[in-house]
């Protein structure tokens, strides 16, 4: 599944995972004159697939893709590192032209040179994991479906960006239209038939944390198809040791 997802990837990236209802330029922005040569950028690398590095900007913006193949590369003590040292979890600059290529995600153009900055708690990969879990357990709910609908809303401990991140790496993994949408929100739009309790083209999949202590917290999750269609789990265990997050989950509950 990693080698199709990593395949399925690389042609996304020329073509971009489109947004629902918005159509990206091609057109690279132009640099401020006023801001020399060339320009930096402090990122957040959220997911690696194969040689792709799927990065947020610190101060907020579009996803971002950058390859480190060709880049000058430093870890946090100035020493030259390897590309395949990068991991999610770290945080860098990176040197640029100053131009961006609208595509979806981004690209930097004409960027020379990468350096870690620091590193932060992740939980990106974390969160696509459960997601996953979610959409392969009873595989008989996917039948025939068109689109994913993702409820991430009572996830307080990760950005806007971040749940983004989450959005586009499912539409990609799947092959399937994906968008934010409540099963309210799901209803008021006439997808969810709500006398016979049944989203005919698609699934809904709902992921929910409660803050408990600063090293982890409780999830909760929700595959949703009919009233007689759903599966999910509650206040199963995030826990974050020896520099990852671990998760315990209990019994899964069928309707």
């Known amino acids: 599944m990693k080698k199709i997802f990593a395949l399925f990837l690389s042609v996304l990236l020329l073509t971009g995972c489109s947004r629902t209802g918005e159509v990206l330029s091609s057109e690279p922005q132009q640099p401020d ?6 320009e930096t950028i402090d ?6 697939i194969e040689d792709s590095l799927l990065m947020i900007p610190e101060e907020g913006g579009e996803l971002i893709m950058l390859s480190p193949r060709e880049l000058a590369l430093e870890d946090q003590g100035g020493k030259a590192m390897q590309p395949d040292q990068l991991r999610p979890g770290m ?7 100053g131009s961006v290529l609208e595509i979806y995600p981004c690209l930097l153009s004409g960027a020379t040179a990468l350096r870690v900055t620091g590193e932060f708690q992740n939980l990106v990969p974390f969160y696509l994991d ?12 996917n039948s025939d479906i068109e689109e994913i609908a993702l409820d991430l809303s009572e996830l307080g401990n990760i950005s806007e960006q971040e749940k983004e991140a989450l959005r586009y790496l499912v539409e990609c993994r799947w092959g399937k239209e994906t968008f934010f949408s409540t099963y309210q929100e ?8 709500q006398e ?3 989203y005919e083209k698609g699934i809904l999949l709902s992921l929910a944390c409660k803050e408990e202590a600063q090293d982890g917290f409780a999830v909760s ?4 198809r009919s009233g007689l269609g759903a599966i999910g789990y509650t206040d199963a265990k995030a826990s974050w040791k020896n520099g990852e997050w671990t998760f315990e989950k209990g019994a899964w509950f069928i309707s």
Do not use: N, T
């Not at 945080?91 to 032209?97: A, P, S």
């Not at 459960?130 to 709910?141: F, G, N, T």
């Open 33 to 38: 004159p006023s801001s020399g040569a060339g």
């Open 43 to 48: 990122c957040r690398i959220l997911y690696r």
């Open 91 to 97: 945080c860098v600059q990176v040197d640029f032209d």
């Open 130 to 141: 459960r997601l996953d879990e979610l959409y392969q357990e009873d595989e008989a709910l």
């Open 186 to 193: 799901l209803c008021d739009q006439g997808k969810i038939d």
């Open 196 to 198: 016979h309790l049944r």
């Open 221 to 224: 999750g929700e595959k949703w």
